[in-house]
């Protein structure tokens, strides 16, 4: 039996992101239970290599992200500053990023 799944730095690794980290998560469930807690330990963010791609796909099977302060507020400030593209370009896109910063700010 695991309680717990813990998976690290997915900013270091590209094969390892996106639909990938998705399908990584995706099947951690199916192995080990559907009710067992998923962490992702971001290591390596930064302003340059952080995309909405990256972990968006995967946000809805992640229980814990563990981040520190300069990590998050990159997502956040990254976030912020798409969604106001967003809103400014008419945009109606709900991308996965945006919903992160929604939750996390309001």
Do not use: C
């Not at 309680?3 to 997915?10: E, I, K, V, W």
């Not at 290599?49 to 302060?69: Q, R, V």
């Amino acid at each position: 039996l695991v309680d717990a799944f813990l998976f690290g730095y997915p900013h270091l690794m590209p094969k390892l992101q996106g639909d990938n980290l998705k399908r990584l998560l995706e099947s951690t469930q199916k192995l080990f239970g559907k009710n067992t807690l998923i962490g992702v330990d971001l290591n390596g963010v930064s302003s340059e290599n952080h995309n909405e791609n990256i972990l968006g796909p995967a946000l809805k099977h992640i229980d814990i992200l563990h981040l520190n302060e300069e990590e998050a507020e990159i997502l956040l400030l990254l976030g912020q500053q798409q969604q106001k593209n967003s809103n400014t370009s008419g945009s109606s896109d709900d991308n996965n990023s945006n919903s992160l910063v929604h939750e996390v700010t309001n």
